[in-house]
């Protein structure tokens, strides 16, 4: 009983612990300046006349970001121009990940002609502050007076694979809440992803 | 007599055709459950393309194997895609002479899925639920485990 007692209390810390990194939603996120595969700094800030953002942190190597990588560029075409662009961060270090070093990151965005800008992030510092747990990891972030405020946090759709008939469309519903000046109604789905590739700790 | 032959065969014939890997939604995983003669499942959530799954995955072979004799079940849910069963989770299986029974998951809605599976299961990989039939036990692990960790935790749910 002791036992399971203290399994309970482990788990409830691990979930306390969990809850306190990166963003929830309504907490406002920071803005970055991290280098984009044409070799120029993107921010936040820097887009003008946009509403908010599409945040995908995402990779090269993960499966589940490659099943979606059509599906990420579709979101830019449909709502860059209505002030919705989206910017990916790749969160894997490319010493841990090798296929995913900046010039990998070139080759595969001029592969697949990505329109939206794919940013390295070097010693994970905003995949942390944001609290990507995997990859594809979407933040919408609706600019307000504030600053960007977090509308909503993960999934793409329900339908990783492609399979499901009752597919929703998680980020184009939230956007188009956000469009439509109302809060989106699914703040915060699941999905399976692929773990986040850190950097091996130096031992010190 | 008999009986203990038949159970040996049987013993037999299921070590060595463990390269059929089937489909198996929730409700199939839980019949399984229910329906099994042991107490303790160690169901782990993995996939072929998870690197850190992949490093566990002889941890779990491990207590399968050195729980022959006792009623614990490990259970390996894999996460590949569907389309990807034979192409390659079969080979995987072959290759890594995998003991432990294998399925991959049929479940079209992930959002469902995941908080089925657990409430706080983010969705990352692996991810491993201990079951008690007799205690009505569970817990949940968000995490990759190393033997003794492992070891550790069933041990409470034995």
């Known amino acids: 009983m002791k036992k399971l007692l203290l399994a309970c209390l482990t788990i409830l810390l691990a979930t306390a612990v969990n809850a306190q990194t990166g963003y929830q939603v309504g907490d406002l996120a920071s803005d970055f300046n991290l280098k984009n595969v044409d070799g120029k700094n993107v921010s936040l800030a820097g887009h003008k006349n946009v509403k908010g953002y599409i945040v995908v942190f995402t990779c090269n190597t993960c499966p589940v970001s490659k099943a979606y990588e059509a599906r990420i560029e579709a979101l830019n075409k449909m709502y860059a121009s209505k002030g919705y662009p989206v910017v990916a961060i790749n969160t894997n270090d490319p010493i841990a990940s090798p296929g995913d070093t900046y010039a990998k990151m070139q080759e595969r965005a001029k592969e697949k002609g990505f329109s939206f800008a794919y940013l390295e992030d070097p010693d994970h510092v905003y995949t942390k502050k944001y609290g990507a747990m995997r990859t594809p990891h979407v933040f919408v972030l609706q600019k307000t007076a504030k600053g960007n405020e977090v509308a909503y946090i993960g999934a793409i759709d329900n339908d990783q694979q492609e399979a499901n008939a009752q597919r929703d469309n998680y980020v184009q519903n939230a956007v188009n809440q956000l469009l439509k000046g109302e809060k989106p109604s699914v703040t915060s789905t699941k999905a399976i992803g692929c773990t986040i590739k850190w950097k091996k700790e130096v031992s010190k | ?158």
């Not at chain 2, 042991?38 to 393309?49: E, L, P």
């Not at chain 2, 490990?74 to 432990?100: A, E, G, N, Q, R």
């Open chain 2, 1 to 158: 007599m008999q009986k203990f032959i038949v159970t040996i065969l049987l013993f037999l014939v299921g070590h060595s055709v463990n390269a059929q890997v089937k489909l198996l939604t929730l409700n199939e995983l839980e019949q399984r459950v229910a329906k099994g003669k042991d107490t303790t499942y160690v169901v782990n959530f993995w996939a072929t393309w998870c690197g850190p799954c992949v490093e566990e995955l002889p941890y779990f072979e491990r207590l399968n194997n050195e729980s022959a004799k006792k009623p614990l079940k490990v259970i390996l849910m894999s996460l590949d895609f569907k389309s990807k069963l034979k192409t390659d989770v079969i080979p995987f299986v072959v290759k890594h002479k995998i003991k432990s029974e294998v399925y991959v998951v049929n479940e079209t809605d992930q959002q469902k899925f995941i908080d089925r599976v657990d409430k706080n299961w983010s969705g990352a990989l692996p991810a491993t639920l201990i079951l008690n039939t007799d205690k009505k036990a569970r817990a949940f692990h968000e995490k990759s485990f190393t033997y003794s960790e492992l070891l550790k935790v069933v041990e409470g749910y034995k």
